[in-house]
Nanobody, 125 residues
Framework: VQLQASGGGLVQAGGSRRLSCIASGRSFNIYTLAWFRQAPGKDREFAAAIRYGTSATYYSDSVKGRFTISRDNAKNTVYLQMDSLQPEDTAVYYC???????????????????WGQGTDVTVSS
């Protein structure tokens, strides 16, 4: 599957932004989908994931309560609604997919075998 992320840009602190990631190919509903992010000079980190099947959601502590991940299987798209953005949310955001991923592995990069190209989000203070 190929992933194409979009929606990044410049936003003021306290503002909102919605990222989208469209997947090509079939069987979108078997994939657990996630958003990771990489801030300048830092390692890539997990932000949010949504499980295949149940659509259970998982968030890192740093985004919980501010970000919402969702999916539309009919449109082969996963979204990340980001509210109350802060300068520390500035990063390149990557979408990722892993077939039939469940359990405790949703926040671990190496279990995701498909990645989008990243979309840049800059939050100004």
């Amino acid at each position: 599957v190929q992933l194409q992320a979009s929606g990044g840009g410049l936003v003021q602190a306290g503002g909102s932004r919605r990222l989208s990631c469209i997947a090509s190919g079939r069987s979108f509903n078997i994939y657990t989908l996630a958003w990771f992010r990489q801030a300048p000079g830092k390692d890539r980190e997990f932000a949010a994931a949504i499980r295949y099947g149940t659509s259970a959601t998982y968030y890192s502590d740093s985004v919980k309560g501010r970000f919402t991940i969702s999916r539309d299987n009919a449109k082969n798209t996963v979204y990340l609604q980001m509210d109350s953005l802060q300068p520390e949310d500035t990063a390149v955001y990557y979408c990722a997919a892993a077939s039939f991923l469940h359990g405790h592995y949703y926040n671990t990069e190496r279990y995701y075998n498909f990645w989008g190209q990243g979309t840049d989000v800059t939050v100004s203070s």
